[in-house]
């Protein structure tokens, strides 16, 4: 499996999982907002910071907005889909603006494209990836367009069928995609414990020979970092400052609190995982002659009496004559008076 090349940072089993925290709508429309968001996910640790490149007129239609005229959930929301919708599109300007100061402070500028005209947007500002939503895994002349810009490809997977997901696939490779990776996902804010399934992500790695992550909505940090111990290449989390603030998706996002134990633990947990080889540290090999035992007597014997198995205990330190080694020690004579409990050493054996 080839890692993916995200502006010179690999992406793949053999490297850190990279972490995006995912800003979508929750900086309300707010640029000084936005701005401490993108500082405190830097603060954190994350890779990128992603957002959500649609517009009013791009994502939804007017029958839609018809329909959708008020909420109950003040809190989340407010007046109606439309004015929301008006409120929360990240513009053209939003865009520069975002990406320049993503450069500034040294943290990867990324957005999910939901038309072409912000698919052209996004691969003219040389952003890392292109990411696809899980609402477009079948919006095939969507992916065919991501695919001739010639970015790399994040495809997160939420609601599609193993079949869907292989002819997005298809069309990708088709249209010239190079590098893609895939996020396993379950659509649902949160999910259940039971509905998440992170033995998708070995099946989809092994499926399409591609870097498999998780975009994750459940609440807490455990299930991301239970992800990065499973193999996930790419951990994506909604990201906010206050889980209470107003908006669409703050309550189920991580805090900087729970962004920077992703980060950390996740870079630990992938240290932690190691080799497939087994491999005897240095340090534990100086722990064995400590922790080890050693043949020592269970009794005094005499020079000349010849050893068996019930003549000998195997006591610390892990020195001399190892358990392992009792049997080159049977049937052999010493050769000189020992006491009780002595350590054994192969010049006392004739």
């Keep these: 499996m080839q890692p993916i090349n995200l502006s010179g940072r690999l992406v793949g089993p053999e490297h850190p999982p990279y972490v995006i925290a995912e800003i979508g709508s929750n900086y309300n429309g707010d640029m000084t907002l936005c701005k401490h968001m993108i500082d405190e996910a830097k603060r ?38 439309e004015q929301m919708v008006e409120k929360y599109q990240f513009t053209a300007e939003q865009h520069h603006e975002v990406a320049r100061y993503c450069k500034e402070i040294g943290i990867h500028f990324m957005s999910s494209a939901f038309a072409p005209e912000e698919v052209d947007l996004l691969a003219s500002m040389d952003t890392p990836a292109i990411k696809v939503a899980s609402m477009d895994v079948t919006h095939l002349p969507l992916l065919a367009h991501m695919a001739k810009s010639g970015k790399p490809i994040i495809l997160s997977t939420g609601m599609a069928s193993l079949e869907e997901i292989a002819v997005a696939m298809k069309v990708l490779k088709e249209n010239g995609a190079k590098e893609i990776s895939l996020l396993h996902c379950i659509s649902i804010y949160p999910p259940e414990y039971k509905d998440v399934h992170l033995n998708n992500m070995k099946m989809l790695a092994e499926t399409f020979d591609v870097p498999v992550g998780f975009s994750d909505h459940s609440v807490g940090t455990a299930i991301p970092l239970a992800a990065v111990a499973l193999g996930a290449c790419i951990i994506e989390k909604h990201f906010t400052l206050d889980k209470d603030m107003e908006g669409w998706d703050h309550w189920i996002s991580a805090d900087p609190a729970e962004l920077e134990v992703i980060c950390r633990e996740g870079k630990n947990i992938f240290t932690a995982l190691g080799s497939h080889s087994r491999i005897v540290s240095e340090a534990e090999l100086a722990k064995r002659s400590k922790f080890r035992r050693r043949a020592v007597l269970k009794h005094g014997v005499k020079a000349g009496d010849v050893l068996q198995l019930e003549d000998l205990d195997f006591k610390r330190p892990g020195t001399g004559i190892h358990p392992n080694e009792y049997p080159y020690v049977i049937g052999r004579k010493v050769n000189k008076d020992l006491e009780a409990d002595a350590e054994l050493e192969w010049s006392d054996l004739a």
Excluded at 46 to 74: C, G, H, M, P
């Design 44 to 81: 954190c640790g994350a890779d990128a910071v992603k957002f959500q490149s649609w517009s009013k007129n791009s994502l939804i239609s007017k029958a839609e907005y018809a329909r959708n005229t008020t909420y109950a959930d003040t809190h989340r929301h407010f007046g109606s889909l």
